[in-house]
């Protein structure tokens, strides 16, 4: 079964920073690119940012770039979203989600199955 | 706002048929697969429908995707109350250096 645990949320002040995980089972974490995909409370979905299999393909939304770094470490099946500069605007469920299809690029997948989030709540 | 536009809510009795929409564009939908999530709060969305009419398995057949031009549809037949949910459209854009976007959701009410 494929598992996707999110950690590292928390309660930041505006302009200071955080580092997401997620640990990966159950599935050759390698073959797959992730992605990060955030929730305000009460809103909808907003893909922050995705990194394929192999880290040669990675892309941002526009909100987060140059703030965001996404990174993935194959050997330890972990995926990670170093957050700087920090926003209000950032408050939001962050969910660590796989890709459906082998060693696709970024935008030939879709998202399957999701983790359950990792909450991050920025405010002074 | 988001960049795919879905209608805030959609209505219906038990056993009834609901469609709902998600419209795009050219660099997005009109390119590019769409595919569906399901989100029962507080729970993590999952995928109810990939490149605009694929199934995955254990995602009974009541429920249908469909995409013409620069919009796509989802149909729910034989409403049931476990239906009711947030069902999201998402697709990639080509658009500048490409991302995935996102409709702003369509509240399913099973009355």
């Known amino acids: 079964e494929v598992q996707l645990v999110e950690s590292g949320g928390g309660l930041v002040q505006p302009g200071r920073s955080l580092r997401l995980s997620c640990a990966a089972s159950?599935?050759?974490?390698?073959?797959?690119?992730m992605h990060w995909v955030r929730q305000a409370p009460g809103k909808g979905l907003e893909w922050v940012s995705g990194i394929s299999w192999n880290s040669g393909d990675i892309g941002y939304a526009d909100s987060v770039k140059g703030r965001f770094i996404i990174s993935r470490d194959n050997a330890n099946n972990s995926l990670y979203l170093q957050m700087n500069s920090l926003r209000v605007e950032d408050t939001a469920l962050y969910f660590c989600?796989?890709?459906?299809?082998?060693?696709?690029?970024?935008?030939?997948?879709?998202?399957?199955?999701w983790g359950q989030g990792t909450l991050v709540t920025v405010s002074s | 706002q988001s960049v795919l536009t879905q209608p805030p809510s959609v209505s219906g009795p038990p056993g009834q048929t609901v469609t709902m929409s998600c419209s795009g564009s050219?660099?997005?939908?009109?390119?590019?697969?769409v595919s569906w999530y399901q989100q029962l709060p507080p729970a993590a969305p999952r995928l109810l429908m990939f490149r605009n009419n694929q199934r995955p398995s254990g995602v009974p057949d009541r429920f249908s995707g469909s995409k013409s031009g620069t919009s796509a549809s989802l149909a729910i037949t034989g409403l049931r109350p476990e239906d009711e949910a947030v069902y999201f459209c998402a697709a990639w854009s080509d658009s500048l250096d490409g991302s995935w976007v996102f409709g702003g959701g369509t509240k399913l009410t099973v009355l």
């Open positions: 050219r660099s997005n939908i009109g390119t590019n697969y």
């Open positions: 159950g599935f050759s974490f390698d073959d797959f690119a």
């Open positions: 989600v796989k890709d459906a299809r082998v060693a696709a690029s970024l935008g030939a997948g879709w998202f399957d199955p």
